[in-house]
């Protein structure tokens, strides 16, 4: 019996032990599984961060993606339903360079032979002017009031009236370099800022502007006797400078010739070319969305249009380099003078400066070619 019983339970045992071993191969996985767990935790955990911050990164960059794309799709339309973010954009009257210049002292900025004043085109609009005599009156103007430097433009020197561009003030270095340039030459210079523009007073406006630079052109008339009186514009300066010659010659009152530096045709080409406008020159409705607006606001600058009716000697200067007015449409506007009827009897002259020449949009100042340009053209326009 006891045979038969330790055989049955033999038998038990060989049927039982498949099941027992594998009971027992799972506890160890089971066990060997925790024991791993319980012998690394660290790289475990940091298995977890590395994950959680690569998705946390990812996922970051996504939503700034989607801010980006949302507001470059919301920036034409904000520009479309408040037009007059436009017009600050063309002005930009409210960047102010260089800052902390007190305007009132233009001696800071080493013109010291020159005066500052303020003129009144409109009520409730004042305008600050610089003026700065000819570098061989120097001596004479130490210790001088306004008074003595209004008297001073009879002297026998021509005088040029430099009408700015968009940004800064008429303290800006690149225009204070030209001042004493051109006063180096034996010019008279007189500079303003537009209303809204620097110290002066008023709110922008392409209307305004003109009239402030008529308002400065007549001041300068009153007192010049029979010196010779030019007009010089750049940038945005020039759209205002052709608006004003256009309505001197209109009233038959024409300066004796008029230079412009880093022309542009018209408002609408030059904003299409700005630099600024590449990332939406090809968004759909461009011209609807950012164009549009600038002329709901009443701003052209239409100057190829004005060329055809302006009636003295055109000067224009171009740098081929120029990454703000394109070199191209200076000579657009050129070509349109040039053979323009009102013109006909007036020099037209297209200068061009190389690229390798690094002068770019304001830097036309340092061309050492410069004086004899001026000097040639400006003496031939006195002939006529």
Not at 162 to 173: E, F, K, Q
Not at 241 to 260: F, G, H, Q, S, Y
Not at 362 to 377: A, D, G, N, T, V
Request: glycine fraction near 8%.
């Amino acid at each position: 019996m006891r045979k038969r019983n330790d055989s049955f339970a033999g038998e038990n045992d060989s049927f039982a032990s498949p099941l027992v071993k594998d009971c027992r191969l799972k506890e160890n996985l089971r066990l060997g599984g925790k024991a791993t767990k319980d012998h690394y935790p660290e790289d475990s955990d940091k298995g977890m961060k590395r994950l959680s911050r690569r998705y946390g990164v990812s996922f970051r960059l996504r939503t700034m993606l989607i801010w980006i794309l949302g507001l470059y799709i919301a920036i034409p339309f904000l520009v479309k339903l408040c037009p007059t973010i436009q017009a600050k954009l063309v002005f930009l009257n409210f960047v102010r360079v260089p800052y902390f210049i007190d305007l009132k002292r233009p001696e800071d900025q080493g013109l010291n032979h020159t005066c500052n004043f303020y003129l009144q085109p409109e009520e409730d609009v004042t305008i600050g002017v610089w003026y700065t005599l000819p570098a061989v009156l120097w001596k004479d103007a130490r210790g001088k009031d306004q008074i003595w430097y209004e008297d001073a433009l009879s002297s026998n020197h021509p005088i040029i009236l430099y009408l700015h561009g968009n940004a800064g003030t008429r303290g800006g270095d690149h225009r204070v370099q030209l001042y004493k340039v051109l006063s180096s030459l034996g010019y008279h210079v007189v500079a303003f800022d537009y209303r809204g523009w620097g110290d002066s007073i008023g709110t922008p406006s392409e209307s305004g502007m003109t009239y402030d630079a008529l308002h400065v052109f007549d001041w300068i008339k009153a007192r010049s006797g029979d010196n010779p009186v030019y007009i010089w514009g750049h940038s945005l300066g020039t759209g205002v400078a052709t608006n004003l010659v256009r309505r001197l010659c209109e009233r038959e009152t024409p300066p004796d010739a008029l230079i412009l530096e880093s022309p542009f045709t018209n408002i609408r080409e030059e904003a299409k070319s700005h630099p600024f406008s590449v990332i939406y020159r090809y968004f759909p409705g461009f011209d609807w969305f950012f164009l549009d607006p600038i002329s709901a606001n009443g701003i052209n600058f239409a100057s190829d249009d004005n060329v055809k009716y302006i009636s003295c000697p055109l000067l224009i200067l171009h740098a081929e380099d120029d990454p703000v007015v394109p070199f191209h449409l200076g000579r657009k506007l050129y070509n349109i003078a040039a053979p323009s009827r009102s013109l006909r009897d007036f020099k037209v002259q297209f200068v061009p400066f190389q690229k390798d020449l690094g002068y770019r949009h304001k830097y036309i100042y340092k061309s050492p070619e410069l004086p004899q340009i001026l000097k040639e053209f400006l003496g031939s326009s006195d002939q006529q």
